[in-house]
């Protein structure tokens, strides 16, 4: 069977499981953003063609998530279908567009607030996506907390202070809400960091870019002093 045969059959199976044409039609917007995505980072015989549709919501409510290679089930891309309408479609603007986001952070004036367009949302996880596939393939130089003194681009410092931030608020939440340490570790991570500085850099520049090479471009970001930063300038 052809990848778009498997394709149409799983949503087909999708449907027979009932879950609603919104949840449906926005994972098989993803799909193709993680496949057009995966084939302008990796070279074609890396393409990762396995991305399945989960008709089973994730337990941490996950949208997508991306597996290493080293699983039972080889290199994967799954979406998680169940609600990921509603999901993607919150009215809420990013996080750090917000005038208070955090301890010690104030947004700078010249910042403006935005609300993502449900387009834009998906684009911007699909992107999150297949950073942690590069991160997976040691093509990049993750970001960290530790590089925010060196970092010479203004929006990056603006985003490693908020993905700071972020991160501390959630690792706090986590220890209240009695999360274990493995439970926190899950979703507080250098990887989880780094990804999250990539899909908010191509929230604030995706009505930039004409073309979706142009977007593409940002999933090369690193940390100032790297020839690929040029991507952010």
Not at 77 to 99: D, E, N, Q, R
Not at 189 to 204: G, M, P, S, V
């Amino acid at each position: 069977m052809h990848l778009r045969d498997l394709m149409l059959d799983a949503e087909k199976q999708l449907r027979k499981r009932g879950l609603t044409e919104n949840d449906i039609n926005t994972a098989i917007y993803l799909r193709h953003w993680l496949v057009l995505f995966d084939g302008l980072v990796f070279p074609k015989h890396q393409w990762c063609s396995k991305i399945q549709l989960s008709p089973k919501p994730h337990k941490d409510a996950i949208v997508a998530e991306y597996m290493r290679g080293d699983s039972k089930d080889g290199e994967r891309y799954i979406i998680y279908v169940p609600g990921l309408y509603a999901s993607m479609a919150k009215t809420w603007a990013t996080t750090w567009f917000f005038p208070k986001v955090g301890r010690g952070f104030v947004l700078p004036k010249n910042i403006r607030k935005m609300k993502p367009s449900l387009e834009e949302r998906i684009i911007s996880i699909a992107a999150r996506e297949v950073r942690h596939r590069m991160q997976s393939h040691k093509l990049i130089r993750p970001f960290s907390p530790k590089v925010l003194n060196q970092e010479r681009n203004p929006l990056l410092k603006l985003l490693l202070k908020f993905a700071i931030n972020f991160y501390r608020r959630r690792r706090d939440q986590m220890k209240k809400e009695g999360k274990s340490p493995g439970q926190i570790r899950k979703r507080v991570n250098r990887k989880e960091f780094d990804a999250t500085i990539i899909e908010e850099l191509i929230l604030h520049k995706i009505r930039e870019c004409p073309s979706p090479h142009e977007i593409a471009n940002f999933l090369w970001a690193e940390p100032s002093a790297s020839p690929k930063q040029k991507a952010t300038n």
